[in-house]
């Protein structure tokens, strides 16, 4: 099965998506590694690649508002496409059958699978703490008004939410290249019909019907392309 086709493949990414969704990873990339560095001695070594601990102090918060600008723009956008509906529930009980790779007994699923779904739910829930306690925490601009017990409460509560967010950004990357296109459909948009029909089924019919295509699960065996309706 090929897994994308610039020619004649499904847009699955506008080009506008891709620049937001890679702006935002590289943003929290940094994020990762400066917030590792300012929070734990261990990484401290990693203030190198900012110019040392005082450029990374002051860059890690400019960083985090920048982020949280192009998620906003983000969450909003897939908002309607991470709405949990039912096939997600039966896809996350067989959730035994998607570690096994056994993908002909899952149920066909929208844009996006409960997995991806519940990365969106668990970014959504996670960012805005991030940002708030940020800015409780963020000198010398806000911090140095706040009492005490309320930076304790922002270290520690910034810290959990982090680790919560990095360790979804690790499955979220495994997941990715785990299913093959995943990642060439957010570097080159398009994908093809058979990764579009095998992967995301119900997304791939609702393209189809909107191209006004009568058989929706139908595909030339020759160039992988749906014969259209006259």
Do not use: C
């Not at 261990?42 to 400019?62: A, D, K, N, Q």
């Not at 095998?198 to 189809?208: K, M």
């Amino acid at each position: 099965m090929s897994h994308s086709n610039v020619k004649h493949g499904i847009l699955r990414y506008g080009w506008w998506t891709r620049v937001n969704h890679w702006l935002i990873a590289i943003s929290f990339v940094l994020l990762v590694l400066s917030g590792l560095a300012l929070f734990y001695p261990f990484f401290f070594g990693l203030t190198g690649l900012f110019g040392g601990p005082e450029p990374t102090r002051i860059v890690h918060p400019y960083i985090g508002v920048f982020m949280s600008l192009f998620f906003v723009i983000q969450a909003v956008r897939f908002f309607g496409d991470n709405l949990i509906r039912r096939h997600d529930v039966q896809w996350m009980k067989q959730i035994r059958d998607v570690l096994g790779n056994r993908d002909e007994r899952l149920p066909p699923v929208g844009k996006n699978n409960a997995g991806q779904k519940l990365v969106y739910w668990i970014f959504l829930a996670t960012v805005p703490v991030l940002l708030v306690t940020g800015i409780v925490l963020w000198r010398p601009w806000v911090a140095d008004e706040m009492p005490v017990w309320a930076l304790r409460w922002a270290v520690t509560i910034h810290a959990y939410t982090a680790f919560i967010a990095i360790i979804t950004l690790v499955i979220h990357v495994y997941s990715a290249i785990w299913v093959k296109g995943s990642v060439r459909a957010m570097t080159q948009g398009r994908v093809s019909h058979a990764w579009a029909r095998h992967h995301h089924g119900l997304w791939y019919d609702e393209v189809r019907r909107k191209e006004g295509y009568d058989d929706p699960g139908g595909l030339s065996p020759d160039r992988d392309v749906p014969s259209k309706r006259t």
